[in-house]
T-cell receptor, first 112, second 112 residues
Framework: AQSVTQLDSQVPVFEEAPVELRCNYS??????LFWYVQYPNQGLQLLLK??????LVKGINGFEAEFNKSQTSFHLRKPSVHISDTAEYFC??????????FGQGTILTVHP | NAGVTQTPKFQVLKTGQSMTLQCAQD?????MYWYRQDPGMGLRLIYY???????DKGEVPNGYNVSRLNKREFSLRLESAAPSQTSVYFC???????????FGQGTRLTVV
């Protein structure tokens, strides 16, 4: 079985500040890792994914994440956030045959 | 290009009533999923269909049934709705082994 823990339920930041959303996972086998974003009253949209190769993954809207196998983490970062980044962010894992397992979500609120 | 379409978008049911949530995709993907989203719990898999003609239980299947009507359509049925089924329901599709999942806009269901 696999599980995902997002360490912060809410993260408030000011515009143009850097942000890190933390994600830890547990799994007895290799997994694929994802970050999804959900804007208010919308479905989920893929931000980025790690399948293999370079541990630093770049996604859309200036986000990036680093896979750390020894710490079983996949933290999401952005060097300078905008008001439009206000949303809920979900970390998820998969064993590669569908069936995503999601974390609890982190609500990012960017203040002017 | 509609992608993944869910109907209805909103629904209020009385306890004990039944209803079917519809999901249709025009992406020609082989796998389809139903998730429910509850505050602080992320998304949890209810049922999935790896390919046309097959369905399997996910993490929280009790109280639900599904039908994979054809490659395009995957419906979720609540036979006797309960207040605990108040949630936002998301349909997703995926083309295995391509690992990205695409989500519909969600159905917000309230059971009173």
């Amino acid at each position: 079985a696999q599980s995902v823990t997002q360490l912060d339920s809410q993260v408030p930041v000011f515009e143009e500040a850097p942000v890190e959303l933390r994600c830890n996972y547990s799994s007895s086998v290799s997994v694929y890792l994802f970050w999804y974003v959900q804007y208010p009253n919308q479905g989920l949209q893929l931000l980025l994914k790690y399948l293999s190769g370079s541990t630093l993954v770049k996604g859309i809207n200036g986000f990036e994440a680093e896979f750390n196998k020894s710490q079983t983490s996949f933290h999401l970062r952005k060097p300078s956030v905008h008001i439009s980044d206000t949303a809920e962010y979900f970390c998820a894992v998969s064993r590669g045959v569908g069936k995503l397992t999601f974390g609890q979500g982190t609500i990012l609120t960017v203040h002017p | 290009n509609a992608g993944v379409t869910q109907t209805p978008k909103f629904q209020v049911l009385k306890t004990g009533q039944s209803m079917t949530l519809q999901c249709a995709q025009d992406m020609n993907h082989n796998s389809m999923y139903w998730y429910r989203q509850d505050p602080g719990m992320g998304l949890r898999l209810i049922y999935y269909s790896a390919s046309e003609g097959t369905t399997d239980k996910g993490e929280v299947p009790n109280g639900y049934n599904v039908s994979r009507l054809n490659k395009r359509e995957f419906s979720l049925r609540l036979e006797s709705a309960a207040p605990s089924q108040t949630s936002v329901y998301f349909c997703a599709t995926q083309q295995i082994p391509n690992t990205e999942a695409f989500f519909g806009q969600g159905t917000r269901l309230t059971v009173v």
